[in-house]
């Protein structure tokens, strides 16, 4: 900073200024040097052209022709796909204990899935958890999925088993149809509840379940709540009928503010009716007449 | 799958109103009113697949489903040999 500060000694001259004055008497001693600069500034405004000129033909060929059909929206790049594993060991160990009961295996990211004929699916459960080499010990868990497309058989029953001593898992698969499927509590008791909350939710019968009744629904409840035909919503049915309290005046004004406010969830004018709640000769209370 | 893709995916045809549906000679069977995307179509592939049996079994030509913001209707034309006979 000290040293912009100070004034130029009197007689020294910038560098810079002397630098130009030698360039420009060169260039008055030469000429063609004159020229050089002038063939630069052309090449440079030359090129500055054809850059334009590139973008323009780019803009033109980006935008679509009017009326022309757009182009066809990328596909993002397929993932993984299940692989035959008819020659895994364990599916080839099942085949030979086993006549005809698998009908095909794959594997998914290292998960082993095998389908199983229904009327075997209680001698491949036996044989799988009494294996030598990987013992399936543990029933994980046993669901359900319904396609209702698939008319012969719109029910996927699945077992997910463990092998606790060897860390191993295999998904076992069964089409089932409106006859059901034996059970598996003879091979796994703990298959008892899983069983029954398949009743109850999808309606497949477990043939030689020791106790086949409902587990989450009451009872006298109508229709299985997980099939693809049975509405998510609220719907009146004879159980709720029958059994779920009625409505005061004041809990109808009381509902409708909620509904205002976006606060009720439950109840929407077509799906409840609005009923006497004391039936029993007991009255609203005086300040809520 | 939305409501739509539902119904196109059981060759049902779209309304956005009952009236609509009536003027094209489909007869209105249950509504339902549900509160969210989710429940909607649900209620949708309820409908269509009582609807399908409909269709399957021969009382129904043709199946529809009326879509509303906040409703869904299922709809068909009768099949008229099957309701003479």
Redesign the interface.
């Known amino acids: 900073m000290a040293e912009e500060s100070k004034p130029p000694e009197p007689g020294s001259q910038p560098n810079t200024s002397s630098e130009q004055r030698e360039q420009d008497q060169a260039r008055a001693a030469n000429p063609s040097s004159l020229s050089a600069d002038a063939e630069k500034d052309a090449q440079v405004e030359a090129a500055k052209a054809r850059v334009a000129a590139a973008k323009d033909q780019a803009q033109k060929a980006a935008a679509p022709a009017p009326g022309a059909p757009k182009a066809p929206v990328k596909k993002k790049e397929e993932g993984p796909k299940p692989t035959d594993a008819s020659g895994h060991p364990l599916v080839r160990r099942l085949r030979d204990k086993v006549d005809g009961a698998v009908i095909e295996a794959t594997e998914f990211l290292g998960q082993l899935s095998i389908r199983i004929e229904r009327l075997h699916i209680v001698k491949v459960c036996d044989a799988l958890k009494r294996d030598e080499d990987i013992p399936f010990n543990y029933l994980s868990d046993l669901t359900c999925v319904h396609y209702?497309d698939h008319r012969e058989a719109p029910f996927e029953i699945v077992y997910n088993l463990y092998s606790i001593p060897k860390n191993e898992r295999v998904r076992l698969k069964v089409d089932v149809n409106g006859e059901g499927v034996d059970s598996v509590t003879s091979v796994w008791p703990a298959a008892d509840w899983l069983e029954r909350e398949v009743y109850d939710l999808f309606g497949v019968v477990f043939r030689n379940h020791p106790d086949l009744r409902r587990i989450l629904l009451p009872p006298d409840w109508e229709g299985h709540p997980l099939r693809?035909?049975?509405?998510?919503?609220f719907?009146e049915n004879r159980w709720t009928e029958a059994h779920l309290p009625e409505f005061t005046d004041v809990q109808k004004e009381q509902l409708e503010q909620r509904r205002a406010y976006g606060l009720e969830?439950l109840s929407?004018p077509?799906?409840r009716e609005v009923r006497e709640l004391f039936k029993g000769g007991k009255e609203v209370m005086p300040k809520d007449k | 799958m939305s409501p739509k893709e539902i119904a196109a995916h059981y060759e049902a045809k779209v309304f956005d109103s009952p009236e609509a549906a009536t003027t094209a000679g489909f007869a209105l069977t249950e509504t339902h009113t549900p509160r969210n995307v989710w429940n909607k179509a649900s209620a949708a592939q309820s409908l269509l697949l009582k609807l399908r049996d409909k269709k399957e079994k021969g009382e129904a030509k043709e199946i529809g489903l009326v879509i509303e913001p906040w409703s869904v209707t299922g709809c068909y034309v009768p099949n008229e040999v099957a309701t003479n006979s």
């Open positions: 209702p693809k035909d049975y509405p998510l919503e719907v969830i929407v077509q799906e």
